[in-house]
């Protein structure tokens, strides 16, 4: 049974930073992607970053590129995702998620496990 437990989202400024966590438990971590989705009110989950299982190659969001960095950490089993800069429009769920595959998708049909999401809000 694959489990992923998010944390770290909370309530920041504009300008200012958080980091998510995402703990995977179920099997070998290091063999599947993960990336990280997220979703506004009224809004579709969208694509926000990806990493393969190794780490070695990274997909972000043009609306987040160069200010939010994705890694892991296999021997932890856990997944980061650093978010600076933030902006008001970054306010939304984030979720965790990994899929049967060394590779990433854009797409979140393309995802098998997903966690319960962490809220992050950026006040203006």
């Known amino acids: 049974q694959v489990q992923l437990v998010e944390s770290g989202g909370g309530l920041v400024q504009t300008g200012g930073s958080l980091r998510l966590s995402c703990a995977a438990s179920?099997?070998?971590?290091?063999?599947?992607?993960m990336g990280w989705f997220r979703q506004a009110p009224g809004k579709e989950r969208e694509f926000v970053a990806t990493?393969?299982?190794?780490?070695?190659?990274?997909i972000y969001a043009d609306s987040v590129s160069g200010r939010f960095t994705i890694v892991r950490d296999n021997a932890k089993n856990t997944v980061y995702l650093q978010m600076n800069r933030l902006k008001p429009e970054d306010t939304a769920v984030y979720y965790c998620a990994t899929r049967d595959d060394y590779y990433g998708s854009r797409r979140a049909q393309e995802w098998n496990y997903w966690g319960q999401g962490t809220q992050v809000t950026v006040s203006s």
């Open positions: 179920g099997r070998t971590f290091a063999m599947y992607a």
């Open positions: 990493i393969t299982g190794s780490g070695a190659h990274t």
